[in-house]
């Protein structure tokens, strides 16, 4: 669908479970010289130009009627424009809840999409601490259910099961923080071979 340039060199997609630090890889690729994209930031500002609030029960509607109505890959092709349009050389790009949208962004050759896990009760520990909308202070039953909807939700909604069999790549975090680190250097560097 896109004829990329040859300026464009790898997209890491970051795909997995809710809080299990696909923002803590973003930061990392970042910090290894990646520019970060996320297809939620785009969902955000939808929500904040209809009024909505931009808590997940809202952005995983949202993100669905897009998807439904502008095909499911709609958000992963804005996002492959937008880093092709910015000649970017190394992207991270999170926040991948639906195959279309790794689809789309796999017509770049040199895109590998990495799936990031943790133990449940260890993210829902996470997913308490960080308390970055209401949904992260549901109960520990309410949050396996709402992850249990976004495991497969059609096509226009959230695939995670699918995303999980797609990745090239895995990544447990269920260590330190140094060790997420070690993790991400090696996958770098395993993919720059």
Same mark, same amino acid.
């Given at each position: ?9 790898m @997209?890491?997609? @970051? $795909? ?8 803590s890889?973003?930061r ?7 520019e970060?994209?996320?297809? $939620?930031?785009?969902?955000?500002e939808?929500a ?6 931009? /808590?997940?029960d809202?952005?995983?509607k949202? !993100? ?8 499911? !890959?709609?958000l ?6 937008l ?6 050389e190394?992207? %991270?790009?999170?926040? @991948? ?8 962004? %796999?017509?770049h ?14 993210? +829902? =520990? ?13 109960s +520990? /039953?309410?949050f @396996?259910?709402m992850?249990?909807?976004e495991? /497969?939700? !059609?096509p %226009?909604?959230?695939?995670l ?13 269920t260590?330190?923080? =140094?060790?997420l680190? =070690? ?6 560097? %395993?993919? $720059?071979?």
């Amino acid at each position: 669908m896109y004829a990329l340039k040859p300026f464009l060199k790898m @997209i890491l997609g @970051i $795909s997995g479970t809710n809080s299990a630090g696909k923002d803590s890889v973003a930061r990392i690729l970042k910090d290894a010289g990646f520019e970060q994209f996320s297809l $939620s930031d785009a969902i955000r500002e939808e929500a904040k130009a209809r009024g909505l609030p931009s /808590d997940r029960d809202v952005l995983i509607k949202l !993100g669905n009627e897009l998807r439904e109505k502008l095909g499911p !890959g709609i958000l992963g092709e804005r996002i492959l424009d937008l880093i092709k349009k910015k000649k970017v050389e190394k992207a %991270s790009v999170i926040s @991948i809840r639906n195959p279309a949208e790794a689809k789309a962004l %796999s017509n770049h050759d040199d895109f590998f999409l990495v799936w990031v896990d943790a133990p449940p009760q260890l993210r +829902y =520990e996470r997913s308490l601490a960080r308390h970055r909308d209401k949904s992260d202070s549901l109960s +520990y /039953d309410d949050f @396996i259910a709402m992850e249990n909807l976004e495991r /497969d939700a !059609g096509p %226009s909604g959230q695939r995670l099961d699918v995303l999980e069999e797609m990745a090239r790549f895995k990544i447990d975090n269920t260590g330190s923080i =140094e060790e997420l680190n =070690e993790k991400v250097d090696s996958l770098i560097e %395993s993919i $720059s071979r």
